[in-house]
């Protein structure tokens, strides 16, 4: 029987449930899809973020063809699962902190810190310490932990192990900086996809944060002071080595004024979006005077190039626009969960487990979080997969937003840096390698190796769980959002903070 759809530009009503082929198992085919191609290109290692977007739109594929219900009845929930504020919000942010973010590596700010510590003076484990503080500083300012290994394995590594710095403790010292940015940072992917998803303000959620990453930040700083030496640097260049920091420069440092300026207004309350856009208008004049970058460097134009239109601005975009793609399709993905009750029978099942307990419950997403980060590579993919469960479960307990981003986030930035096969190691690796074929002396790191010693990264997934079996920083969902210490009067029947 053909179907009826209505005519274009005609209002479609709401779509109040789906049926599909083996119940509501048959709706979760499209994210599970997702989840196992996503896992299968990771361990071969194919991962990529184009190659996602292609797995999310094969499993919304096979879902049409499980769906018992009106094919158009499934586009319909499919949009306007795309609809859903929490990836356009999403969307808009990302698009506004790549551009905040690109502007600021314009201005030399990495060539700033790198010349901080460059001329330090400090030697073996206290410029392994020191590396980690520069890069937690630089992937805070910018939001990117991917951009942070990048740069620091390209100019602090070979100097660190110039001044007899443990090269593996170098390697984790970049990786644990990235952790804190990526955690912490207001503009962090993350950060935005972690509060967005739950229905919180990124301001509220750094300040809720701060006292977990801090926490496990100065017993970071302390270790990699205390192991990070006893490297060997009898075999460096000193020509090179020169010749490498002969291309800092301090004046990058002055971008820490729009960083500072963008940390002050989110952290008062103005919105992400005014935040980001002082920072990046105030950004164009520091660059322009201190003469670290021209105006074409942030926005031009090339009729020569593919995109016609250059600049930090246009990469910021463009660095993002996958990625924008493949929330869409998740939401939505995800949105047919609850269209077919899934999301119901999953949580029932949950539920039946955690019975009244809030400790079980937090449990509960601390390992799915934990389990889907493990599995898939690209830490910002698995944080989107795994929200709708925490947010069904936390609002089911009245746990507060801002307490289930938080765990969503910590999680997702420390595992996603930590083991072998995860993403931003293998880029480390990869640019450490490139890195010989300039300093033959060079050692390199394999993956293997560094992945015990990402401090930041195992300190955050034990505070996490310290947190969720103490209730260390747990608040309760009140009206309006609000943060209640204990349940709020019209839950305390459904839920027990100590029962475990």
């Known amino acids: 029987m053909a179907e009826t759809s209505a005519s274009p530009g005609q209002e479609q009503p709401p779509v109040a449930s789906l049926s599909f082929r083996f119940g509501a198992l048959g709706a979760a085919i499209p994210l599970a899809f997702f989840v196992v191609w996503a896992i299968t290109i990771s361990v071969l290692g194919l991962s990529s973020e184009l190659g996602l977007v292609m797995g999310a739109l094969f499993g919304i594929i096979l879902g049409l063809f499980c769906c018992v219900s009106r094919w158009s009845d499934y586009a319909n929930g499919l949009f306007e699962g795309m609809t859903q504020p929490v990836g356009v919000v999403a969307i808009v942010a990302w698009f506004f902190a790549g551009m905040f973010a690109q502007v600021l590596q314009v201005g030399g700010l990495v060539e700033g810190l790198v010349w ?53 403790m170098l390697f984790a010292a970049i990786l644990s900086g990235a952790i804190f940015g990526d955690n912490l940072a207001p503009v962090s992917d993350t950060t935005i996809v972690s509060a967005t998803t739950q229905g919180a303000d990124v301001p509220g959620v750094v300040r809720s944060r701060f006292k977990y990453s801090i926490a496990a930040a100065i017993p970071t700083a302390i270790l990699f002071a205390m192991f990070g030496g006893g490297g060997d640097a009898s075999f460096a260049d000193p020509a090179a080595l020169e010749e490498m920091m002969s291309s800092t420069d301090p004046m990058g440092l002055l971008m820490l004024i729009p960083f500072a300026l963008v940390l002050i207004l989110a952290l008062s309350g103005q919105h992400l979006l005014t935040s980001l856009t002082w920072g990046i208008i105030t950004s164009i004049p520091v660059i322009l005077l201190s003469g670290t970058g021209s105006l074409g460097d942030i926005i031009g134009f090339d009729p020569d190039a593919d995109t016609v239109m250059t600049g930090a601005l246009v990469q910021g975009v463009q660095g993002y626009v996958n990625m924008a793609i493949l929330i869409l399709l998740i939401v939505a993905s995800a949105y047919l969960l609850k269209l077919g009750g899934t999301m119901e029978v999953v949580t029932g099942k949950l539920v039946a487990w955690i019975k009244q307990s809030v ?131 019209d839950a305390t029947q459904n839920v027990n903070e100590e029962e475990v």
């Open 116 to 168: 901080l510590g460059g001329v330090s003076d400090v030697t073996g484990g206290l410029f392994v310490a020191m590396t980690f503080v520069l890069a937690g500083v630089f992937s805070t300012a910018v939001g990117t932990g991917y951009g942070t290994t990048v740069a620091f394995c390209t100019l602090m590594y070979p100097a660190g192990v110039a001044v007899g710095s443990d090269p593996i």
């Open 359 to 489: 400790r079980k419950a937090e449990l509960a997403i601390w390992g799915i979080v934990a389990l889907l980060n493990t599995a898939i590579t690209i830490n910002t993919a698995a944080e989107i997969a795994a929200a709708p469960f925490v947010r069904e479960l936390g609002e089911r307990y009245r746990i507060h937003r801002y307490r289930r981003a938080n765990m969503l986030d910590a999680m997702t930035s420390a595992l996603g840096y930590i083991f072998p096969w995860g993403a931003p190691v293998l880029l480390g690796w990869s640019t450490i390698k490139l890195m010989q074929d300039t300093y033959e002396w060079l050692p390199s790191v394999a993956p293997t190796e560094v992945f015990p010693f990402v401090f930041q990264g195992w300190l955050l997934v034990v505070i996490m769980l310290g947190a969720v079996l103490t209730g260390w920083g747990r608040r309760y969902e009140g009206p309006g959002g609000k943060e209640l210490k204990h349940p709020p009067e």
